[in-house]
C-alpha cells in the first residue's frame, strides 16, 4: 500500500520554525520527485518547493526562498521541509506529494501520490 504521511505541524510565532516530514512507503522511493503543496484558508492550492531524483530543488514561491529548505534522507524514505522565519503568509495546510519522474512539476495533479497533509498555522 502506497503512503505518503506527513508530520511535524502545528502552531507557531511569527520568526519561528518548523520542520516537516514526509514519510513513504509503498513505492521505490528514489524514483520519484517529491513535491511540497499547501493550501491556505480560501485560497488556490499552490506548488511550494520540490526535491528531484538528484536532490535538487526548484522553489515555485519566490517568497520561500532564503527561508525553506527541503531535503531527503533515502535511508528512511523522508523528505524534510525546514520552514524558518515563519510569517503568518505562511499558515496552510502542506501536502506532500511523490511523482513518478526525474525532474519537478509544479501542478499537484502531476503527481502520483499524495499526503493528507498537515495543519501549518503562524500567529501574529
Known amino acids: 500500500e502506497v503512503q505518503l504521511v506527513e508530520s511535524g505541524g502545528g502552531l507557531v510565532q511569527a520568526g519561528g520554525s518548523l520542520r516537516l516530514s514526509c514519510a513513504a512507503s509503498?513505492?521505490?522511493?528514489?524514483?520519484?520527485?517529491i513535491g511540497w503543496f499547501r493550501q491556505a484558508p480560501g485560497k488556490e492550492r499552490e506548488g511550494v518547493l520540490c526535491?528531484?531524483?538528484?536532490?535538487?530543488?526548484?522553489y515555485y514561491v519566490d517568497s520561500v526562498r532564503g527561508r525553506f529548505t527541503i531535503s531527503k534522507d533515502s535511508a528512511k524514505n523522508t523528505v524534510y521541509l525546514q520552514m524558518n522565519s515563519l510569517k503568518p503568509e505562511d499558515t496552510a495546510v502542506y501536502y506532500c506529494?511523490?511523482?513518478?519522474?526525474?525532474?519537478?512539476?509544479?501542478?499537484?495533479?502531476?503527481?502520483?501520490?499524495r499526503g493528507q497533509g498537515t495543519q501549518v498555522t503562524v500567529s501574529s
Open positions: 506529494a511523490a511523482g513518478f519522474r526525474r525532474y519537478c512539476l509544479r501542478t499537484l495533479s502531476s503527481y502520483e501520490y
Open positions: 509503498g513505492f521505490t522511493f528514489d524514483a520519484y520527485a
Open positions: 526535491i528531484s531524483i538528484s536532490g535538487s530543488t526548484t
